[in-house]
């Protein structure tokens, strides 16, 4: 039987911490971060842990 493989989009957006969860990065810090306020850019920073229905699916999708 062959070997699965992982999904490459999916492996490049999508990280899994040491505790297990799945975690991506946040929307809204790609463009347009003169208009924005700084309050909300920085609260758009950083990782953000994946919803509960999503993990089954990407887990499959990484090969978990």
Same mark, same amino acid.
């Given at each position: 039987?062959?070997k699965?493989?992982?999904h ?9 911490t ?8 946040? @929307?809204?810090?790609? =463009?347009? #971060? ?5 309050? %909300?850019?920085? $609260? @758009?920073?950083?990782? =953000?842990? #994946? ?5 089954? %699916?990407?887990? $499959?999708?990484?090969?978990?």
């Open positions: 039987m062959p699965q493989k992982t490459s989009g999916t492996k490049k957006r999508i990280r899994v040491g505790t297990g969860k799945i975690v991506h990065a946040g @929307s809204a810090k790609r =463009h347009n #971060l003169e208009n924005k306020p700084t309050r %909300r850019t920085r $609260r @758009s920073d950083g990782m =953000h842990v #994946l919803a509960k229905a999503d993990v089954p %699916r990407v887990k $499959r999708m990484l090969g978990i």
